[in-house]
Structure formats: structure tokens, C-alpha cells
């Protein structure tokens, strides 16, 4: 089954994939994967000063974009 997070879903307002809820979860300064479908977004990343970034695959390497909780809640 194709899973979609909430920036990418095609079936909006539904997904299955919360990034938001994901980034309350992690701790400082480790990441979590995520497998979406749609996107090229590979994990969440919050540093150890409580930063969040999403890591996304472009042309085979990992740049990581800086996100505020409120743009994932969107
Ligand atoms: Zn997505």
C-alpha cells in the first residue's frame, strides 16, 4: 500500500503519514525515517537545539531544509 505524508497526499485532507506529529516526537539530535510515496522527504531531523529539518533525497544526496513545526501542521 502507497503511504502519502501530509505535504503530498493526493487524497487530502487525507494521509498517513503526520510529519508534524512525528517532529513532536523525535528527540534533540536524532532523526526519524520516512517512506512517502510521493515525495522525496527521507526523515526528520531535530538538532540538539530543537531545530527541525527535513531531510530530502535530490539527485542522490541528502540536503536537509530547515522546517518550523507550524509549516508541517500547515
Ligand atoms: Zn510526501
Given at each position: 500500500?502507497?503511504?502519502?505524508?501530509?505535504?503530498?497526499?493526493?487524497?487530502?485532507?487525507?494521509?498517513?503519514?503526520?510529519?508534524?506529529?512525528?517532529?513532536?516526537?523525535?528527540?534533540?539530535?536524532?532523526?526519524?525515517?520516512?517512506?512517502?510515496?510521493?515525495?522525496?522527504?527521507?526523515?526528520?531531523?531535530?538538532?540538539?537545539?530543537?531545530?527541525?529539518?527535513?531531510?530530502?533525497?535530490v539527485?542522490?544526496?541528502?540536503?536537509?531544509?530547515?522546517?518550523?513545526?507550524?509549516?508541517?501542521?500547515?
Amino acid at each position: 500500500m502507497s503511504e502519502y505524508c501530509c505535504k503530498c497526499s493526493p487524497f487530502l485532507p487525507d494521509y498517513e503519514i503526520d510529519l508534524a506529529e512525528i517532529a513532536l516526537k523525535v528527540e534533540k539530535g536524532h532523526s526519524e525515517n520516512v517512506i512517502c510515496e510521493g515525495c522525496n522527504i527521507k526523515a526528520i531531523y531535530k538538532d540538539d537545539a530543537g531545530l527541525l529539518y527535513l531531510a530530502k533525497e535530490v539527485d542522490g544526496e541528502i540536503q536537509l531544509e530547515s522546517i518550523t513545526i507550524e509549516k508541517l501542521m500547515g
